[in-house]
């Protein structure tokens, strides 16, 4: 994960590091045992805030514990905060539980579908109809491009779209062929999926929205439902936008470790985040891996918004709890209760599903460009929390905070914006040392923010 010895021995010592591994899965060293039978290691859980059991002691008694805040916006269900992380929100269990299940169902069935970009795109190209292949029990065969001679059994196979390099077929068919060709069973590329895209396509070579790929809208009810859990922390008259949607997916002894979700134009519009499934524990630490993070439970229905201040702090999932004891998912096993539904209940019963949605470009992006400044764009870079305006021709606005390195090229721009309201959203800083190195990199050229006023001026 950090490249080398001494690389993880520097990150053992952040504070973030060492509350990831406190809560890490880690299994007895009992040499006799076989994996399947290992016990997990006990961990101390006492520090873990539990917004289930907040909630539960706020309506019954007002009471909160420290550090703990309740939120009054008029929302639906109890929203709570924490003194001293501003804009981090938790809903516990507002999603319910027939929500739930849509959305289980929608992530693996149809999330994972071209265009949305999945991990396996990398290794695989497109795959087409995953979930239902593995319902089916199907292989996925890598065929040599030059073989022909499985076309006559190709009505019982799922095209992956990729010039029929892979292509599902029935065991028997792709197990006749083993010995020239290679296999992988559709359950386990399902296993094996780690995330999947929606809305705008997110391009994680080059850690930016890719408006170039194509892509579908975020589903309308997806949308109306990020919409209404956006609510509390969304600024007073403005509507939270949906534009982009990445699907994680976690299995026993998956971590998503501590990052920051920086890619976002503006930061004042806040990340929803999903739960679906067994239990996990998050990570919320501050705008340094030496702050010491709090750890708090996550649990299916459970929603977290960050915006603001709480978009520049590092977070992540140490840990997914797929024992019985632990993941507390009977209510989903109860709805999963029909046969159509086993695929979903087996999946879901080790597995723990994630939809963070964002609105990627600020509201105002579609405002009049001012005449005068019409026949340029603007791009933005953020290096170690500071913001620079360069200037210069391009087709369209690229606007894009990233932390060491230029997160917005060209080829990512979403259109104009006035200069008033992009002053207001941004602390701007003249720093020409870094700024200069990046406007060579862009073959832009750097203005400070008065000349930047004076040319938007008509």
Known sequence: ?????????????TAFR????KYKLYYENNPKSSKKKKQPKQVDLSEVLDFKFISELFNQKGELPPGVVHVNCGFE???FGLENRPGFYFIPGAVTLDEQCKWIRESLANFPQPP??????????????LFAAAKECKIFVEEERSNNDLDSDSSGSVSNGDCGRWTFHEEDIARSRGKTCKLVPASVLLRKLRWSTLGLQFNWSNQNYDVSLPHKKIPDALCQLAKRMAAPAMPVGEEFLPEAAIVNYFGSGDTLGGHLDDMEADWSKPIVSMSFGCKAIFLLGGKSREDEPLAMFLRSGDVVLMAGEARECFHGVPRIFTDEENAEITPLESQFSDEDDRCFLNYIRTSRININIR??????IKNPWPARFRDARLATARVASRAFVLVGPMEMLAVGPARGRVAWPAAAAVGPVPADL?????PFVNRRTVASKLSEKLQFSLVDLNEFDARCCD
């Open 422 to 426: 992009f002053r207001s959203r941004f």
């Open 77 to 79: 269900r109890s929203v």
């Open 18 to 21: 060492k509350s990831e591994k």
């Open 116 to 129: 949305n970009r999945t991990n396996h795109n990398v290794i695989y190209g497109t795959i087409s109809n």
């Open 1 to 13: 994960m950090y490249g080398s010895e001494r690389a993880g021995d520097d990150a053992e010592r």
């Open 359 to 364: 609105q990627s470009n600020p509201s105002w």
